[in-house]
């Protein structure tokens, strides 16, 4: 079965860490521009993150810096290390595999994704 299945997420408090993953499963993730989106409540997504099969890595600037996307072709999983977190970093984030290149706006990269994970939960509070 194709799918991905993210993980990791949960309450955390502002200025800490936390790392997402992204198992996926019937398909190689190399072979995609893995990318990382986020929808927080009452918003539209907003695309996080990208990485490349030759490692090249983007980011949307609300989070450059802070957060940092990696993939392990061994284990076949995708990751996105976020630190420095604050309150308006909480929401949904799914994990996306994506037709290259990936497009920072959300509606083009949605047109070329070809497999969603379920999401998993931040949030961000004290």
């Known amino acids: 079965e194709v799918q991905l299945a993210e993980s990791g997420g949960g309450l955390v408090q502002p200025g800490g860490s936390l790392r997402l993953s992204c198992a996926a499963s019937?398909?190689?993730?190399?072979?995609?521009?893995m990318s990382w989106v986020r929808q927080a409540p009452g918003k539209g997504l907003e695309w996080v993150a990208t990485?490349?099969?030759?490692?090249?890595?983007n980011y949307a600037g609300s989070v450059k810096g802070r957060f940092t996307i990696s993939q392990d072709n061994a284990k076949n999983t995708l990751y996105l290390q976020m630190s420095s977190l604050k309150p308006e970093d909480t929401a949904m984030y799914y994990c996306?595999?994506?037709?290259?290149?990936?497009?920072?706006?959300?509606?083009?990269?949605?047109?070329?994704?070809?497999?969603w994970g379920q999401g998993t939960q931040v949030t961000v509070s004290s």
């Open positions: 996306a595999a994506v037709r290259p290149p990936c497009s920072p706006d959300i509606a083009t990269m949605t047109l070329r994704t070809v497999r």
């Open positions: 019937g398909f190689t993730l190399s072979n995609y521009a």
């Open positions: 990485i490349y099969a030759g490692g090249t890595k």
